[in-house]
């Protein structure tokens, strides 16, 4: 069963801008910290930004002031938005459900999505 649901992927060229997002069933989404993860070829998985049930966001280092994490509670979504990407911002984007202890995130193993391939390229 599916339980989280990317999309809003693409090919976009260097300086611009994607919105993704993630539809989670309700049960995940509101009792669950949610965050993106991303993983480039040969690369390890990284964490790249998460938000908790009340909003509280967090950033790795290398999209701060570039990207936004923010979730609808109403929708059950939650959505990246990607500003002034780059080609090391090329990846397959992962969302995920989990929670947030003393400042760190901790995925739920059940809990990703799919993925959803940025391509960064001119």
Known sequence: QVQLV???GGL???GGSLRLSCA????????????????????QRELVATITTGGRTGYADFVKG????????????????????NSEDAAVYYCTAGQIYRGTYFPLGDYWGQGTQVTVSS
């Open 24 to 43: 989670a069933s309700r049960s995940i989404f509101s009792n669950n910290d949610m965050a993106w993860y991303r993983q480039a070829p040969g690369k």
């Open 66 to 85: 570039r990207f936004t994490i923010s979730r609808d509670n109403a929708k059950n979504t939650v959505s990246l938005q990607m500003n002034s990407l």
């Open 6 to 8: 990317e999309s809003g």
């Open 12 to 14: 976009v060229q260097p």
